[in-house]
């Protein structure tokens, strides 16, 4: 498939060109099956197709996403979480943290936080009420994070202690299963960031981490943007991924000098 043919798709979506340039040749070979699977011999005909047929527009969506993700993806970000922003939170909020992992993939990000939750747990003792939300769009994602078993290049950023008292190593495939005690307590949702309004507000911390601000054009993602900010209570911390940046949109917020790609909702 041509540039300008995978860019007129991108289009058709809503999708940012810059955002798909690591990731787009396997998105291209995804596309191009599916093209040839509907018998569509130009892109104009498949979109058409795509208009006209919204499970085919769904399935091919589902091709679009990226789900590439693993534990503990940039250690530096959680070993700041761990080390002083949440510490600091949990000092001042007595009662209950809540926590919103938005467009979660498979589960790795969200299970990182319960993991390191865990940890703060023997570390502090007396935490406050942990509510974690999980959302994602595509449910075969949150299906994938429901069993919990993880291949080992998930788990490369994961210290090796952790990793020994977090999961089991199953008989075969060099898979890892994490143990069911870290399962429990999330609230998992199928959520469409850009369609719909946040699953709850007020939340303490949010991921927004490798999906929205990465692979969105600005018409879509500046107001889901927005919708996001508000759904993060005052003073609120937001989480964003290494390469990417804050949209001048919805809110002032302040970088966190001790945590990377982590900001202060200040306004
Ligand atoms: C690359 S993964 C990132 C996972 C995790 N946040 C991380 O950084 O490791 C991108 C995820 O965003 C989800 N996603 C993409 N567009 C979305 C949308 N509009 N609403 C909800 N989730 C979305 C995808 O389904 C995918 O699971």
């Not at 860019?7 to 340039?21: A, H, K, N, T, V």
Request: contains cysteine.
């Amino acid at each position: 498939m041509r540039d300008d043919q995978f860019r007129e798709i991108l289009r058709f979506f809503g999708l940012s060109w810059e955002g798909y340039r690591r990731v787009r040749r396997g998105v291209k070979k995804r596309l191009q099956v599916h093209m040839l699977g509907l018998g569509a011999r130009s892109v104009k005909e498949y979109l058409t197709r795509l208009e006209a047929d919204a499970a085919e527009r769904e399935e091919a969506e589902g091709l679009v996403t990226v789900s590439i993700s693993r534990f503990f993806r940039d250690i530096g970000l959680w070993h700041s979480l761990g080390s002083e922003v949440l510490p600091e939170r949990i000092r001042t909020e007595e009662k209950r943290i809540r926590v919103w992992s938005a467009g979660c993939g498979c589960g790795e990000e969200v299970y990182s936080f319960r993991i390191l939750w865990q940890a703060l747990d023997g570390r502090i003792g007396d935490l406050p009420e942990l509510d974690l939300w999980a959302t994602d769009a595509n449910p075969a994602y949150l299906e994938k994070a429901d069993k919990g078993v993880y291949g080992a290049s998930s788990l490369k950023e994961l210290p090796d202690e952790w990793r020994t008292a977090c999961f089991e190593r199953k008989p075969r495939g060099n898979r890892f299963a994490l143990h069911g005690d870290l399962k429990a307590g999330i609230r998992w949702r199928v959520h469409d960031l850009v369609r719909e309004a946040p699953p709850a507000g007020g939340f303490h911390l949010v991921f927004l981490r490798n999906n929205l601000l990465t692979y969105y054009d600005k018409k879509l993602r500046d107001p889901a943007f927005r919708r996001i900010v508000s759904a993060l209570g005052p003073e609120g911390i937001l989480v964003i991924g290494k390469k990417e940046r804050l949209p001048n949109e919805g809110g002032v917020f302040v970088p966190l000098t001790n945590c990377p790609f982590t900001y202060k909702k200040v306004g």
